[in-house]
């Protein structure tokens, strides 16, 4: 597996994002707001120049520290477990940091929590529905030097 991780644009993410986090939604509930912002960061994990991982952040304060958000993350079923998505948060991170934000942070799908939870993000509160009730929480990851 030969998988290039780099920014992309908001539509080559979007299919994806669609396929795996919206899936029998209408293809808009995939456009989000922040989407064409100039902050607004979308990595594709690439494989043969297609799109098998898609990750977008951008800078969202949380609880009123600086903060980046990242939302959308995900990777086609058949490359799940293969690294890639670990691979797209090792980038995110080493981004976040570059712009010396304080936090980085999700609404995490409750079934993804043990990904986010080996990457270092402390799962907060309790779980609630979002987009046609998908379960989730609050997960953070500190930024500190040693973080990667």
């Given amino acids: 597996m030969t998988v290039e991780i780099r920014h992309v644009a908001a539509d080559a993410v979007r299919p994806?994002?669609?396929a795996v986090l919206r899936q029998g939604a209408p293809l808009a509930e995939s456009v989000y707001p922040v989407d064409?912002?100039?902050?607004t960061v979308h990595l594709g994990a690439l494989d043969d120049g297609a799109v098998i991982g898609t990750a977008t952040?951008?800078?969202?304060?949380?609880e009123g520290r600086a903060a980046w958000r990242l939302r959308?993350?995900?990777v086609a079923e058949e490359r799940r477990g293969a690294?890639?998505?670990s691979l797209m948060l090792d980038e995110a991170v080493a981004e976040v940091r570059q712009n010396e934000a304080d936090l980085l942070w999700c609404n995490a799908r409750t079934v993804a929590l043990p990904f986010y939870s080996r990457r270092g993000f402390t799962i907060v509160g309790e779980e609630f529905l979002v987009a046609h009730g998908v379960p989730h929480y609050l997960a953070v990851l500190k930024m500190t030097p040693n973080q990667a």
């Fill in 57 to 62: 952040f951008f800078p969202e304060p949380y």
């Fill in 72 to 74: 959308g993350m995900a």
């Fill in 83 to 85: 690294g890639v998505g």
């Fill in 36 to 39: 064409d912002l100039p902050d």
């Fill in 16 to 18: 994806l994002r669609h």
